[in-house]
């Protein structure tokens, strides 16, 4: 089946270094999403890539997809408290529905 | 914008009991999407409407669940009857069109005891 694996499963990091997950497909994508859930919250969309390559920046996130569809990353830079929470990739292969990953749950030590 | 609005935000309730859980899409979505968050299992996608038809029913665990949309305004995700396993939050999430972005509700804590 379609399946989106998304790693590391948790991160820590000081307060002020840089964080970055990564989303792998089995199979090539649509485009890909990234939303970001704090603790005890909802799934909030961040960004949707479509191109083949893109690179999308906001802030202190960039937000890339691969040549080939089939991966993507998000890179947090000087990480701010504010930043905790779980960020999750979201695969669409061409339908209206998401295949999440597995998400990769941020803390921050001040 | 109201955003997607689920209710109840918190249900507690005895195995074997009947659950019902709604959901308010946005205003003009026609896309309708039910969700279960576990610890262990993450986001998993357990039904979705589109245009109030369901389309992929795939995830949903067993015959105990079961989802309804009458209309575009309003759907229901029901369990009968509720076991300790099904203890999760469930979201219901909504999109427009082919723009495939989709709106979370603030999500229903179910407790099954």
């Given at each position: 089946?379609?399946q989106?694996?998304?790693i590391?499963?948790y991160?820590h990091?000081?307060e002020?270094?840089d964080?970055?997950?990564?989303?792998n497909?089995?199979?090539?994508l649509?485009?890909?999403q990234?939303?970001k859930?704090?603790?005890?919250g909802?799934?909030?969309f961040?960004?949707?890539?479509?191109?083949?390559g893109e690179?999308?920046?906001?802030?202190?996130?960039?937000?890339?997809?691969?040549?080939?569809?089939?991966?993507?990353?998000?890179?947090?830079?000087?990480t701010q408290?504010?930043?905790?929470?779980?960020?999750?990739?979201?695969g669409n292969f061409?339908n209206?529905?998401?295949?999440f990953?597995t998400?990769?749950?941020?803390t921050?030590?001040? | 914008?109201?955003?997607?609005i689920?209710?109840?935000?918190?249900?507690?309730?005895?195995?074997?009991q009947?659950?019902t859980?709604?959901?308010?899409?946005?205003?003009?979505?026609n896309?309708?999407?039910?969700?279960?968050?576990?610890?262990m299992?993450?986001?998993?996608?357990?039904?979705?409407?589109?245009?109030?038809v369901?389309?992929?029913d795939?995830?949903?665990p067993?015959d105990?669940?079961?989802a309804?949309?009458?209309?575009?305004s309003?759907?229901?995700?029901?369990?009968?009857?509720?076991?300790?396993r099904?203890?999760?939050?469930?979201?219901?999430?909504s999109?427009?069109?082919?723009?495939?972005?989709?709106?979370?509700g603030?999500?229903t804590?179910?407790?099954?005891?």
């Amino acid at each position: 089946g379609q399946q989106v694996m998304q790693i590391p499963q948790y991160q820590h990091v000081q307060e002020g270094e840089d964080f970055t997950t990564y989303c792998n497909s089995s199979t090539t994508l649509s485009n890909i999403q990234w939303y970001k859930q704090r603790p005890g919250g909802h799934p909030v969309f961040l960004i949707q890539l479509v191109k083949s390559g893109e690179v999308k920046k906001q802030k202190r996130l960039t937000f890339q997809f691969g040549e080939a569809k089939k991966n993507s990353s998000l890179h947090i830079t000087a990480t701010q408290t504010t930043d905790v929470g779980t960020y999750f990739c979201a695969g669409n292969f061409g339908n209206e529905k998401l295949t999440f990953g597995t998400g990769t749950r941020l803390t921050i030590i001040p | 914008d109201a955003g997607v609005i689920q209710s109840p935000r918190h249900e507690v309730t005895e195995m074997g009991q009947e659950v019902t859980l709604r959901c308010k899409p946005i205003s003009g979505h026609n896309s309708l999407f039910w969700y279960r968050q576990t610890m262990m299992r993450g986001l998993e996608l357990l039904i979705y409407f589109n245009n109030n038809v369901p389309i992929d029913d795939s995830g949903m665990p067993e015959d105990r669940f079961s989802a309804k949309m009458p209309n575009a305004s309003f759907s229901t995700l029901k369990i009968q009857p509720s076991e300790p396993r099904d203890s999760a939050v469930y979201f219901c999430a909504s999109s427009f069109g082919g723009s495939n972005i989709q709106y979370f509700g603030a999500g229903t804590r179910l407790s099954v005891l």
